[in-house]
């Protein structure tokens, strides 16, 4: 299975912007459905953003919408997520997550459980 390496979090005043980086290590993004999910202190951890195996299809988090862009490089083995206009409630640690699926197919991995998970990244967004 492979390995998921994060980087990019850090600190960051409100209405700036970070870009967080997924590497993938062992076997190639492209077998998986890809995601970001984060979790702030005391809260359940949420879907964020998600990139589809087949199809290059995304969606959103309807609190990012907007703002936050996910893409992925195959000739990097990355997966990125650009974050613009970011907010004090974007401060949370922030997860890559692969999940196997089909050739096919297209469909968004929102399920905040399963799967292969990065180590997190903190991103924390002063006021």
């Known amino acids: 299975q492979v390995q998921l390496v994060e980087s990019g979090g850090g600190l960051v005043q409100a209405g700036g912007s970070l870009r967080l980086s997924c590497a993938g290590f062992?076997?190639?993004?492209?077998?998986?459905?890809m995601g970001w999910f984060r979790q702030a202190p005391g809260k359940e951890r949420e879907f964020v953003a998600g990139f589809s195996r087949s199809g290059g299809r995304t969606s959103y988090a309807d609190s990012v919408k907007g703002r936050f862009t996910t893409s992925r490089d195959d000739a990097k083995d990355t997966l990125y997520l650009q974050m613009n206009s970011l907010k004090p409630e974007d401060t949370a640690v922030y997860y890559c997550?692969?999940?196997?699926?089909?050739?096919?197919?297209?469909?968004?991995?929102?399920?905040?459980?399963?799967?292969?998970w990065g180590q997190g990244t903190q991103v924390t967004v002063s006021s």
């Open positions: 062992g076997r190639s993004l492209s077998n998986y459905a």
């Open positions: 997550n692969a999940k196997p699926v089909a050739y096919s197919d297209y469909t968004i991995p929102r399920a905040t459980t399963g799967g292969v």
